[in-house]
């Protein structure tokens, strides 16, 4: 059984009296433990299913199930319980807090779901030495390099232990070698733990280290394929 399933999701937005439909009838299934890569061009639509995927957005057609289970639209509370237990998210940028440590970053989503100190703790050191950061939790994020704040952020996004992580452009303004490790560790992570990642990206270098690359054309799923 796959952890998320569209069949048939849709979603339009209506700006100024027009109706622009960003996902058409869109069937999709991910399963544990798979990096699956989403690719297309700008306006394509890869924002509107990472949002459906992440539970940040609803669909207004079709069907989206999250481990076996309809999430219907009216089912506000359930959606958002599973948005903050099962799903994690990596953004463009980090967007880590920059007065706070490496460790306060990735402590803080464990702080508001009401984590004890000594498993908080307990946790952070384990996410960082998991993301190859052991020892550098006392750091802000001004005092790391590109790929080690980018580190912080996965770190941040797996404490929570998700079901699904969904990243958007992680290798963004990465250089190559720190991309490639980039997506080496998200890999790992997915076959070690069986976490599911689901990663908007226009970067070519990233699709070999995917198990499977979504194709977005104009809002539609043309097809999926195998990167290696
Ligand atoms: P991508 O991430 O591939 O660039 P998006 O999912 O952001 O694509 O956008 C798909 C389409 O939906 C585009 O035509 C975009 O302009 C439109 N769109 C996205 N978000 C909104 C919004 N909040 N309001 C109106 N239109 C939107
Ligand atoms: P590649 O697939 O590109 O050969 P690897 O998967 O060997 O790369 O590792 C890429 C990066 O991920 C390295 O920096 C490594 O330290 C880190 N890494 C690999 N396995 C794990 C793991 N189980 N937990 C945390 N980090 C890992």
Redo the contacts with the bound molecule.
């Keep these: 059984e796959p952890l998320l399933s569209l069949h048939g999701a849709s979603k339009s937005y209506t700006l100024g009296g027009n109706t622009i439909r960003a996902l058409h009838s869109v069937d999709l299934a991910l399963a544990r433990g798979e990096i699956a890569a989403v690719t297309g061009p700008s306006g394509s639509g890869k924002s509107t299913l990472l949002n459906l995927c992440g539970l940040l957005d609803k669909p207004d057609g079709g069907e989206l199930l999250f481990d076996g289970e309809p999430l219907p639209a009216e089912h506000e509370a359930r959606r958002t319980r599973l948005r903050r237990q099962a799903i994690g998210f990596v953004f463009q940028g980090f967007n880590l807090v920059p007065v706070m440590t490496a460790h306060d970053n990735i402590d803080y989503p464990l702080y508001l779901l009401g984590v004890s100190a000594a498993e908080r703790r307990q946790r952070v050191l384990q996410a960082l030495e ?3 950061l052991a020892g550098l939790g006392g750091h802000k994020p001004d005092q790391l390099s590109g790929g080690q704040r980018q580190r912080v952020a996965i770190a941040r996004a797996i404490v929570k232990r998700p079901r699904l992580v969904i990243a958007d452009e992680p290798t963004a303004n990465l250089d190559a070698q720190t991309a ?2 980039i ?3 998200m ?3 997915a076959h ?1 733990d069986g976490t599911t990642f689901l990663v908007a990206t226009h970067d070519d270098r990233m699709l070999p ?1 995917c198990d499977r690359a979504l194709l977005l054309d104009d809002g539609v799923l043309k097809g999926t394929f195998h990167a290696h």
């Design positions: 998991r993301v190859g490639s490790q997506v080496g560790l890999r790992a992570l070690h280290h």
